[in-house]
């Protein structure tokens, strides 16, 4: 019997959804078990070989998720559209689920809360090693420098949909909790007029977008006469593809509950 680890990509002709397959074709810890697009995308019931070439197994891209295919994990990177379905279907299987969707609204973090009751869910934001690292030292300077004002600065390419990314937020909810304050008192999102001078203990974001940024953000700190910047920089999306597929194997074996990234890095980071 194989050991391999079972994948089932939710979205997977988007950009994110073919670096996390191609990871998976690569790997000798998992299988790509289907190739899930939307209902009429040109791929559907298209070889994998015609975005893949060499790396092609004996797969189709697929509209829909045939009952024998095995599916040990669901991974999505779809869309807060899809993502309602893709979560369905993890339920339905009663598979892990693991997803990078950005976007979504609280309803939608509710309903994979519940789902993890049944079966185990692992949501990121950003499923890069130097973010998740980025997330612990915003936290510790922002308990350590309680006064400096601070503000989150990300670009991304021009066709992101979702504006603060959903990092700049975790980012943003990183630095309340190592201040112990409330996180939708302190955040501002946008500037505009006449607003006014700072409050004090704002966490300010600002939302770039243009060309083909993979993903950059800096966590800025102020006080007066000097600045501390954090940046992180993605230049390519195999970082959280890798990322992605480290999670989806190593929830395999885990009970139904909901779990972090964080967690996933924890021996080694
Ligand atoms: P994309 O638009 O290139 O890809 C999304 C894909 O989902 C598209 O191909 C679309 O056709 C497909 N899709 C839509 N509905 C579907 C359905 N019902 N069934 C199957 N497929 C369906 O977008 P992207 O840049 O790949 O980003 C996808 C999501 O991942 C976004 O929310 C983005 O913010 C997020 N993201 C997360 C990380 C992370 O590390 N967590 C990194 C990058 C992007």
Request: charged share 20%; glycine share 10%.
């Amino acid at each position: 019997m194989s050991d391999l680890v079972n994948i089932v990509v939710y979205g997977s002709a988007g950009r994110m959804g073919q670096a996390i397959a191609r990871a998976i074709l690569e790997s000798t810890q998992a299988r790509l078990s289907c190739a899930l697009v939307r209902p009429g995308s040109g791929l559907a019931d298209e070889p994998l070989d015609r975005v893949f070439g060499a790396l092609k197994r004996d797969v189709d891209f697929s509209t829909s998720l045939d009952p024998d295919m095995p599916c040990d994990v669901l991974v999505d990177f779809s869309g807060p559209v899809a993502f309602d379905a893709a979560l369905a279907l993890a339920v339905e299987r009663r598979s892990g689920f693991v997803s990078g969707t950005t976007g979504l609204r609280e309803e939608q973090f509710a309903s994979m809360h519940n789902a993890a009751r049944t079966i185990p869910v692992l949501w990121a934001a950003n499923f890069s090693l130097g973010v998740a690292m980025l997330v612990r030292c915003a936290r510790r300077v922002a308990n350590a420098l309680p006064g400096w004002d601070c503000d989150i600065v990300e670009m991304h390419h021009a066709r992101k949909q979702d504006a603060p990314s959903g990092t700049a937020l975790v980012l943003g909810h990183a630095v309340a909790e190592g201040r112990e304050v409330d996180f939708d008192t302190a955040a501002v999102y946008a500037r505009q007029g006449q607003v006014g001078p700072r409050r004090p203990g704002e966490i300010g974001f600002a939302a770039l977008r243009g060309g083909d940024v993979v993903g950059e953000h800096t966590v800025i700190f102020n006080a007066g006469g000097e600045r501390l910047e954090l940046t992180h920089r993605a230049t390519s999306r195999d970082i959280f593809a890798r990322g992605a597929l480290a999670a989806a194997i190593w929830l395999s074996g885990h009970e139904p509950g909901m779990y972090t990234f964080d967690q996933v890095l924890a021996p080694t980071a």
